[in-house]
């Protein structure tokens, strides 16, 4: 990962916008559910923090950095209490979080995939790692939420996580600067994930009636 | 956490009569579903064990205590056992169960914030993580029998757990014998919990209609 | 566990043809929730990988042996990808899919549990994480694909996979030979189980209704 530099500091901006992004979206989930404050909050912090979570436990990077460093835990607090005292203005905001949840998945399918390869996973898992991390804390909103999985559901999400993931590993692999692997990782998952917003990109279904 | 003295054994007693409670509101749960007695003891033996679980994967106490000591798997077992057997009449006393609960839960997020610490958690990291040892066995008992968290419907729980969590790591750090610590978090967090049960009291939920 | 032999070779097509068949159960679900293409091969890759990913985060195996070997990951996407294309025909079959099933099963709690014994866990524990590595696959495809886990419903399926994964796990405290203990577990529980399929053995259940 990057040095304790000026790109350093900006990457964990980026992080912490990234996992605000992925909170509002979990405490509108809360909203809707009719969970009480507390409910929202929680869905706020494991939708924000729930995919570095995973990553962390499987590739032994315990305790994940969110638990020793307290601006983690802030953030999806104050993403959940805004969402909470706000939520008709936020849930108009739609689809500016939708945008934004774009963008806080190609960060993270990137930075998740990097930190992967540091702990010594080879390519493959590292990208897999990487898709875990951006869509993880969806899974896991959706799970508390008692709702199928979103990311299931036709949309093309992982998908471009996973090509960001996987541009980001091959790059660092073949020895380019860490600012190269990281736009260009970054760059094609937010590219993929605009484009099926905006074309409504449909991942296949399976075809004909299921055998039950 | 205590030495292996007078204290370290009466904590070890504590403990296991948590464990039994809680898996004995797990064990109802998978009764009410109809789930056979496998599920009945796997449902006890999750809602008692799972807090834990969670926080030793979390702060990277693994393998967890429950797995070390047959003793921690012996009670779930038993409580399951005796739910399945018994559970019309346990079913009725189902205001013991939930008066005990809070017993539990005031233990387990004192113990859960005190190992956090031991292991290098921060003062804010190590309250959350007593929280969810002390919430996370009922949140995985809700998950696997297909119901929404109960600890988000309303009702005050997950509040005295942080805030008893949050009194005994800021004694902890004020350098206050082990005894006073525990004594504190636990009666402040079994007060506000006995307080909620009296009163109904309710964590505020979302005004207004959600935008959805 | 074996060593890099002619044994250890077979064991390790063993465990991928024992993902494999785990993970055509798990993709005929995510077909039959109408998940696209994507949640076919998560609902593959953990129902084939879950159950061993639970075992080594408990155990402090991590990062699983499944993200540091591509052969691994490779297998449930292939068997994710067959059932994908291939539905009608692979639900047809769904008989030869349980038969396939319990030597999964059989096969996952003997080298689980032999697997926790080699990361120092007593045998009790270790029996339990043979019966984790067995279920916990399929208890995680329940979860995401939102039902009730089917583990519970009745038919003998756990009580198979402890009672093998405690019998390898008696036998090799014994000092028994590697081929002796493990023939031994995994015979008992392929027995069990396909006796439970024949006769249709159920666990039992609560009797009377539940006093809710």
Chains 1, 2, 3 share one sequence.
Do not use: Q
Request: proline share 7%; net charge neutral.
């Amino acid at each position: 990962m990057p040095p304790a530099t000026d790109a350093g500091a900006a990457l964990v901006v980026l992080d912490l916008l990234g996992i605000f992004v992925f909170a509002i979206s979990g405490a509108l989930v809360a909203v809707r559910k009719h969970f009480d404050v507390f409910g929202v909050l929680v869905l706020a912090g494991t939708t924000g923090l729930g995919g570095g979570f995973l990553r962390d436990v499987l590739i032994d990077a315990t305790p994940p950095a969110a638990l020793a460093d307290w601006r983690y835990l802030l953030v999806p607090i104050a993403a959940g209490l805004v969402t909470f005292a706000f939520h008709p203005t936020v849930g108009r905001l739609e689809r500016v979080v939708n945008l934004s949840d774009a963008f806080g998945l190609s960060l993270f399918c990137v930075t998740g995939a990097l930190k992967a390869v540091e702990y010594g996973l080879g390519p493959v898992p590292a990208a897999l790692m990487g898709m875990v991390t951006g869509i993880g804390g969806g899974m896991v909103r959706d799970l508390l939420a008692g709702r199928p999985p979103e990311v299931f559901s036709g949309n093309l999400y992982a998908t471009p996580a996973l090509v960001g993931a996987g541009i980001a590993v091959g790059l660092d692999h073949l020895g380019m600067p860490f600012g190269v692997v990281a736009a260009s990782g970054f760059g094609v998952c937010l590219a993929l994930r605009l484009l099926a917003i905006a074309l409504d990109l449909r991942a296949p279904k399976p075809r004909g009636p299921a055998n039950v």
